[in-house]
């Protein structure tokens, strides 16, 4: 639950990406979002559902809310 004010948006809003960074590993290439959303330096990003978020293409605007590819599911080991 996001304590910032003004609060972060939710996984689910057409501006998710723009929630503060909770953890950061630029040499691995993602970010943990307050939201919980994973966003790749690609900008490719991972739905706390488990949704990806292909990365845009030039000139379009993909957002979070957008419909993407399937869900991933864990492998248990």
């Not at 590993?25 to 739905?47: I, K, M, R, T, Y």
């Not at 605007?61 to 248990?76: E, Q, S």
């Amino acid at each position: 639950m996001c304590k910032h004010q003004p609060r972060c948006p939710d996984a689910l809003a057409l501006d998710c990406k723009a929630a503060r960074v909770t953890i950061a590993h630029p040499e691995q290439g993602w970010s943990l979002l307050c939201n919980g959303v994973v966003l790749f330096e690609d900008a490719g990003a991972l739905l706390p559902s488990g949704r990806e978020v292909a990365p845009p293409v030039m000139g379009s605007a993909v957002t979070c809310a957008a419909p993407a590819g399937p869900v991933l599911t864990a492998i248990a080991a």
